[in-house]
């Protein structure tokens, strides 16, 4: 449950009041503003199962100018308890976050900035140095700042939506994020020696069918935790499913010119990056992430279906390659 707070001219009060009456918010009250002034605010309480649609009540019903500005606000309790009067529709609806909450809070995580850079240095040589001395612990860490795992799940996001500007922003951070974490492991793995009797080393050079389940249903347990709205599950999920140890663990074996075992590790980053990208697809697809307007339906239509033949023929590959390496 959380609070839909428009702050707009007075004309558009009555507009509001209708589109909350009829998408089935909870409550709604008009916050006085100062005589003369031209904008008001009003606020919706409005449950999880019905959010979206008043989102796209107000989009549809009247005009968002500059002049008009809608924020969603959390809500800890409320009292008396809320009585949700239509339980078909609440039944049917998948509730959880609207496609502007997960946009908002999936985009950050492209913008190729120093923060974004600072991280992946950081988490690589966390990753690396914990790899080299079998160290699990350190090597949690690493994938707990996990920095490259959300332009993978905003990639997804841009296909259901059909925003090609998000995508190609995602495609951009992750290209550099993956280049700069090989570059980086390359040069520890010149620099300092390589312990192959590691096990967290040596566990990441190798692929298996176990590799590509767990990779799948990580990459739908971490949409499913933003879509609902659960996010501390993010941490777990991170932990699981990780791209930088295998990422660091291609560039050290390049590094110390095990070509072989450098291959392997490859392989599992690869099928960690093509599952949590087609799971994520799944996820965002099954719970009715997508535009609102036909026009960019039919766009986000045309991206998906790109994307998930891209992403199964690209799985099957992996897993023909997986077969004939063991």
């Given at each position: 449950?959380k609070i839909i707070e428009i702050i707009t001219h007075r004309d558009h009060i009555d507009t509001i009041k209708a589109v909350g009456?009829?998408?089935?918010?909870?409550?709604?009250?008009?916050?006085?503003?100062?005589?003369?002034?031209?904008?008001?605010?009003?606020?919706?309480?409005?449950?999880?199962?019905?959010?979206?649609?008043?989102?796209?009540?107000?989009?549809?019903?009247?005009?968002?100018?500059?002049?008009?500005?809608?924020?969603?606000?959390?809500?800890?309790?409320?009292?008396?308890?809320?009585?949700?009067?239509?339980?078909?529709?609440?039944?049917?609806?998948?509730?959880?976050?609207?496609?502007?909450?997960?946009?908002?809070?999936?985009?950050?995580?492209?913008?190729?900035n120093s923060n974004f850079l600072l991280l992946v240095f950081l988490s690589t040589i966390v990753a690396a140095i914990g790899l080299?001395?079998?160290?699990?612990?350190?090597?949690?860490?690493?994938?707990?700042?996990?920095?490259?795992?959300?332009?993978?799940?905003?990639?997804?996001?841009?296909?259901?939506?059909?925003?090609?500007?998000?995508?190609?922003?995602?495609?951009?951070?992750?290209?550099?994020?993956?280049?700069?974490?090989?570059?980086?492991?390359?040069?520890?793995?010149?620099?300092?020696?390589?312990?192959?009797?590691?096990?967290?080393?040596?566990?990441?050079?190798?692929?298996?069918?176990?590799?590509?389940?767990?990779?799948?249903?990580?990459?739908?347990?971490?949409?499913?935790?933003?879509?609902?709205?659960?996010?501390?599950?993010?941490?777990?999920?991170?932990?699981?499913?990780?791209?930088?140890?295998?990422?660091?663990?291609?560039?050290?074996?390049?590094?110390?010119?095990?070509?072989?075992?450098?291959?392997?590790?490859?392989?599992?980053?690869?099928?960690?990056?093509?599952?949590?990208?087609?799971?994520?697809?799944?996820?965002?697809?099954?719970?009715?992430?997508?535009?609102?307007?036909?026009?960019?339906?039919?766009?986000?239509?045309?991206?998906?279906?790109?994307?998930?033949?891209f992403w199964v023929v690209s799985l099957l590959i992996l897993l023909l390659a997986i077969y004939l390496r063991n």
């Open positions: 449950m009456k009829q998408h089935g918010a909870i409550d709604q009250w008009v916050i006085s503003s100062p005589e003369g002034e031209d904008r008001q605010v009003i606020r919706l309480l409005v449950d999880d199962p019905h959010r979206q649609a008043v989102m796209d009540g107000l989009q549809n019903g009247m005009s968002l100018d500059t002049n008009t500005r809608v924020v969603i606000l959390p809500v800890e309790a409320t009292l008396p308890k809320a009585d949700i009067e239509d339980k078909s529709r609440e039944k049917n609806s998948v509730g959880g976050a609207t496609r502007e909450e997960l946009y908002h809070s999936v985009s950050k995580n492209t913008e190729l080299i001395e079998n160290n699990v612990a350190v090597v949690v860490g690493a994938m707990v700042i996990a920095p490259l795992l959300g332009p993978n799940i905003a990639l997804a996001l841009a296909a259901a939506l059909g925003d090609k500007p998000l995508m190609w922003e995602a495609l951009k951070t992750n290209f550099v994020g993956l280049g700069l974490a090989l570059l980086l492991s390359i040069i520890i793995g010149v620099i300092l020696p390589i312990n192959f009797e590691s096990q967290e080393l040596m566990s990441r050079t190798s692929v298996g069918i176990g590799s590509v389940v767990l990779a799948l249903a990580s990459g739908a347990a971490a949409v499913l935790s933003l879509t609902t709205g659960l996010s501390s599950v993010l941490v777990g999920v991170m932990v699981a499913v990780a791209l930088l140890p295998p990422m660091a663990t291609v560039g050290l074996m390049l590094g110390s010119g095990q070509m072989t075992l450098a291959f392997g590790a490859a392989l599992l980053l690869a099928v960690n990056i093509v599952c949590v990208n087609l799971a994520a697809k799944t996820v965002f697809l099954i719970r009715g992430i997508k535009p609102r307007t036909w026009i960019g339906k039919r766009a986000a239509k045309q991206s998906m279906t790109t994307y998930m033949v």
